[in-house]
């Protein structure tokens, strides 16, 4: 029976993509892959596409970010998907990262598993991962616990000695601020792993250089 695999290729680096995936991506004969903008570059496929086959379906689908118009886009890809499985072919759905750490997959993989098909979930190199060890920053040492929260959830950080923020663009300053007055030290990578990568430490730079694909860590002094 053909199959939904929904496929973390990592952070944007090609050579971060696991065994796995490349076995995966190899033997589907649909891609399907995320974009942020109508008719825009998909970075999953760009990540990936060395490594798909000349014969395969690619679609890129646009998935706004939240609200009503996200939901139906979301619902249509689940159509397009569903309608290749009845075809009798695998799919393979690429995500940034990992495909359950904020991901549309999660929204896709509901409705799929709600209809009876078979899925399988491979696991991708997260963001953060990633970004710490451009950073030469670890996450956490011996027991302590590490908090994950989107830049809108600040609310969420209590007593935590490491956070990682995730989903920081146009909120940079406020969450700069946020960590400063609460007694943080915090380093910002943006486009981990691919050109362009940027790693900074300085207030100023991380206002002024402003970038989609950013996450701060930071740890309490």
Do not use: W
């Not at 619902?75 to 290749?84: D, G, L, M, N, R």
């Amino acid at each position: 029976m053909a199959k939904l695999y929904g496929v973390g290729v990592g952070p944007g680096d090609s050579e971060l993509l696991t065994l796995k995936a490349l076995k995966v991506i190899e033997k589907c004969e649909v891609i399907v892959a995320p974009s942020s903008m109508e008719g825009g570059r998909s970075i999953a496929l760009d990540t990936a596409k060395q490594f798909i086959r000349e014969d395969s379906e690619i679609i890129v689908k646009h998935f706004p970010m939240g609200g009503e118009q996200q939901e139906g886009k979301i619902y249509e890809a689940f159509q397009v998907i569903e309608q290749k499985i009845q075809e009798g072919k695998n799919v393979a759905f690429l995500t940034i990262g990992d495909p359950l750490i904020y991901s549309t997959y999660i929204y896709l993989l509901k409705y799929i598993e709600e209809k009876g098909y078979s899925t399988e979930t491979v696991p991708g190199i997260t963001s953060f991962c990633a970004c710490a060890s451009v950073a030469k920053e670890a996450l956490v040492i011996g027991d302590e616990p590490l908090l994950i929260v989107p830049g809108n959830r600040l609310d969420a950080v209590r007593d935590e000695k490491n956070v990682v923020i995730m989903k920081v663009y146009k909120k940079e300053e406020q969450i700069v601020n946020y960590l400063e007055e609460r007694g943080f030290n915090y380093v910002c990578v943006k486009k981990a792993g691919r050109e362009g990568q940027r790693v900074t430490r300085n207030k100023d730079e991380i206002l002024k250089d402003k970038e989609y694909m950013s996450i701060i860590i930071a740890h309490r002094k």
